[in-house]
């Protein structure tokens, strides 16, 4: 079996502490997201702020990747490289950030509108955003990974979604990747049982059509294989008895958002 690291509550809470600055830091990014401003832009301003804050992004020189955050426009689904690229009107943007803070990590993402969003794009994510959260609500000790990955994959499919198998959720607190893996598509009570103490990174990653994807040969961005849009959201999540604790949130991003209109 591969090896899990457990948490304490005392690691638990400083890793909390990360995920805030996550957080915070995707809500300073969802200012300045609007149509005419290069990707590279958001990327500077997340670094700047993750820094200013006491924290380093975990996400820079990790395995190589050049840039302090993962931004994948439209129909890229993951780990796309920020850079020349100009928001335009009807775009969406998935902004997967990872902050180093007091030693610990802390893992999240959204994927944000530009502008004037087509009903059908909003409907993926407004779909893969409730995919994340019943996922997290089956994050509880006694459970099994399979029954987060069957809520994701079912609410998705049911929408005609296409589910992203071949990149998975994850351990997250000591290190950015850890064990177990949480996949978006299995069997209820299959998988490893589910114990306080771990930590877990759950991220649907959901396409409007197929479900495949393709790599491409930057080594990194993930784009789908029919170049539909593809939608992605992260909490980092502690298992606990009876109910969920999740230590990132959105509330910072949707506070922005509405200040926005």
Request: proline content about 4%; aromatic content about 8%.
């Amino acid at each position: 079996m591969p090896k899990v690291y457990y948490k304490t509550d005392e690691e638990i809470e400083l890793i909390r502490t990360s995920s805030i600055l996550v957080s915070k830091t995707l809500a300073e990014v969802a200012k300045i997201i609007k149509p005419g401003v290069k990707t590279i832009e958001l990327n500077k301003l997340a670094e700047t702020y993750i820094r200013d804050n006491g924290g380093v992004p975990a996400f820079l020189n990790y395995n190589g990747f050049p840039y302090s955050l993962c931004i994948s426009p439209n129909e890229q689904v993951v780990h796309g490289f920020p850079g020349d690229y100009i928001l335009k009107d009807g775009d969406i943007i998935s902004v997967d950030c990872g902050v180093v803070l007091n030693k610990f990590v802390g893992d999240s993402a959204y994927t944000f509108e530009v502008g004037e969003v087509a009903e059908e794009t909003k409907k993926l994510l407004e779909v893969t955003k409730e995919c994340l959260d019943l996922g997290v609500e089956k994050a509880v000790a006694g459970l099994r990974i399979g029954d987060i990955s069957f809520a994701v994959q079912d609410h998705a499919e049911k929408h005609g979604f296409g589910v992203v198998k071949e990149l998975v959720g994850h351990g997250v607190g000591f290190k950015l990747h850890e064990k177990p893996e949480v996949p978006n598509y299995g069997k209820r009570g299959s998988g490893m049982k589910l114990e306080e103490g771990m930590v877990i990174a759950i991220e649907p990653m959901i396409n409007m059509g197929r479900a495949g994807v393709k790599f491409w040969k930057d080594g990194w961005t993930v784009s789908s294989i029919d170049n539909k849009p593809s939608a992605h959201f992260e909490h980092t999540v502690a298992v606990k008895k009876g109910k969920v604790d999740i230590l990132s949130t959105f509330d910072y991003v949707e506070e922005v958002l509405k200040q926005k209109g």
